[in-house]
């Protein structure tokens, strides 16, 4: 079953001949499986990366190593500069990127299992967004989590 509001985007891409590219950490593609589930997903998906080490944050999204040794990966700074370099490199109308920890180990007091950033760049903006879930929640299941609280917040910032 595809979500109303992943649906109600990518009626809004196709309507309006846009594109959406994901850059994702601890989601690990799923936020891209999830939208090319949708029927013609070809129309608008244009090009998704996993970017689940730093180097590959730094490579391909081209996240300064400044910002990954002071703020580390899971933060607000390293999601927007992923929105950033994920916009450059695909040149999509619409970008979405998650950086977090999906546990069920790792984790600081700081960075808790459960964080996520997400940042979704939109019409020449990029905004950040603080997820925190509950750090028991079994690790596939949060990643989903994470994938719909992205999806949501895309949505909103689309403002469909």
Wanted: hydrophobic share 40%; glycine share 6%; with cysteine.
């Amino acid at each position: 079953m595809i979500d109303s509001r992943l649906k109600k985007i990518a009626e809004y891409l196709i309507n309006n001949k846009l594109t959406v590219s994901t850059a994702e950490s601890c989601t690990g593609g799923l936020l891209s499986s999830r939208f090319t589930d949708i029927s013609g997903s070809s129309n608008f998906v244009k090009l998704n990366f996993v970017t689940y080490a730093n180097e590959a944050k730094e490579e391909v999204l081209l996240v300064s190593r400044q910002i990954l040794d002071q703020y580390g990966a899971v933060s607000s700074e390293c999601a927007y500069a992923m929105a950033e370099g994920l916009r450059k490199r695909t040149n999509c109308d619409l970008a979405i990127c998650t950086t977090g920890i999906a546990g069920p180990t790792g984790g600081t007091s700081e960075k808790p299992v459960g964080l996520m950033y997400v940042s979704v760049y939109f019409k020449g903006r990029i905004v950040v967004k603080k997820v925190l879930l509950n750090r028991f929640i079994p690790r596939k299941i949060m990643k989903f989590l994470f994938t719909q609280k992205a999806v949501d917040f895309a949505y909103n910032v689309i403002s469909l």
